[in-house]
């Protein structure tokens, strides 16, 4: 899952273009403006407006197993905090590694598909260990 723009500098298109055609792994984007001119068509991915209701907000984090923020910049992202809230494991990518500072369940990984796999495979095979140490 990832919550933010459809921006280039966010990193979402170069996370769709890593997981296109990988059909094992499944991406639901929440924070589509409804006029963009940025699309992703992709099987595997599913993109939803901008979600304002903060209880809906809450439903997505929780209906998802990680949450991935591929960002090229950031300086202290809320949907970091968001997600480990509600113990979802957060994966960002080496560029925006200064992000993680004390925070247990965030993920660094290289920004290619061997690694990014890796690391999510990491996740999955520690899972309910992760979402303990969120707790």
């Known amino acids: 899952m990832y919550v933010g723009r459809l921006r280039i500098e966010k990193g979402i298109f170069s996370l769709a273009n890593l997981i296109r055609n990988k059909h094992n792994i499944s991406l639901r984007i929440i924070g589509a403006e409804k006029q963009t001119s940025h699309k992703i068509n ?3 991915i599913k993109i939803e407006t ?3 209701n903060k209880l809906k907000l809450i ?23 968001e997600a480990l809230s509600r113990r979802r494991p957060v994966i960002i990518f080496d560029e925006i590694s200064h992000v993680v500072g004390d925070n247990k369940g965030v993920f660094v990984a290289k920004r290619n598909f061997a690694d ?3 690391v999510l495979n990491h996740i999955k095979k520690n899972y309910k260990k992760i979402q303990k140490e969120l707790a």
């Open 42 to 44: 992709q099987s595997n």
């Open 50 to 52: 901008i979600q304002e």
């Open 59 to 81: 439903k997505y984090y929780d209906d998802h197993n990680v949450f991935v923020l591929p960002s090229y910049t950031e300086g202290y992202p809320m949907v970091l905090l």
């Open 116 to 118: 990014f796999f890796s």
